[in-house]
């Protein structure tokens, strides 16, 4: 299956010294505060259909969430935060027009009669796609220790997942967005608002928690795309 990619072109052209200032500059948490429990209790409730289908709006709702993540990651991964957005907006627009056709991800794929050009499917493939590296980079996150690599975690979790889907130059781009991103100890700070007082083992088990519900996500909607999407 092929389609526009989840980053765009016009962060190509980042060199070495347009990132160390990225870094300097960066400020973690300036986008709205993430809520983590938000997210899994929208991907739960999206989980509630007897078909073992997905349901939209609910999916919606945990991604705009997940969506402040992204921004958590610093200005220079703002183009993914736009791209997710507007993904999001045109399935909810979708739903808006038409709530009984576009209520589930499962109507919306087996409506579109198998072509990837229909009406919402562009946006469930791309959001999909990103979803599986987006839990699998928050639960290398959850298993890495304060002093590990948060940019060489990112780029090994890219590469197992979203990588497939993109040109040598996207790859190159995330490689080098990927310099940019702040430590783990930022990042969980971004994801609980503070240091838990609770400790690693609180930490790991809060985001391990989300990242089974949006990976039970993942395998739903990919087995629905296997169903009714042609090759």
């Known amino acids: 299956m092929s389609s526009e990619p989840m980053v765009k072109d016009e962060n190509l052209t980042e060199e070495d010294g347009e990132v160390e200032e990225e870094k300097k500059q960066m400020v973690v948490g300036k986008s709205p505060a993430f809520d983590i429990h938000s997210v899994e209790k929208h991907f739960r409730e999206s989980l509630q259909h007897p078909d073992d289908d997905v349901l939209l709006i609910q999916f919606i709702d945990a991604y705009s969430e997940l969506n402040r993540f992204i921004g958590c990651l610093g200005r220079i991964f703002h183009f993914v935060s736009k791209d997710i957005n507007e993904k999001t907006t045109a399935l909810t627009t979708l739903n808006k027009e038409d709530p009984e056709k576009f209520n589930t991800v499962g109507h919306i794929l087996r409506s579109s009669g198998g072509h990837h050009k229909a009406k919402g499917v562009f946006e469930i493939i791309c959001l999909h796609r990103a979803l599986e590296f987006i839990m699998d980079f928050m639960q290398a996150v959850a298993d890495a220790e304060n002093h590990d690599n948060i940019s060489h975690i990112c780029r090994t979790s890219y590469d197992r997942t979203l990588a497939k ?20 100890v930022d990042l969980i700070v971004s994801i609980h608002g503070k240091y838990p ?35």
């Open 165 to 184: 889907h993109h040109n040598w130059v996207i790859r190159k781009a995330v490689h080098v967005a990927s310099l940019t991103l702040p430590t783990r």
């Open 197 to 231: 007082e609770q400790g690693e083992s609180f930490v790991r088990s809060t985001i391990s928690t989300v990242v089974e519900q949006g990976d039970t996500v993942h395998r739903r909607i990919h087995s629905i795309m296997k169903q009714h999407l042609k090759e």
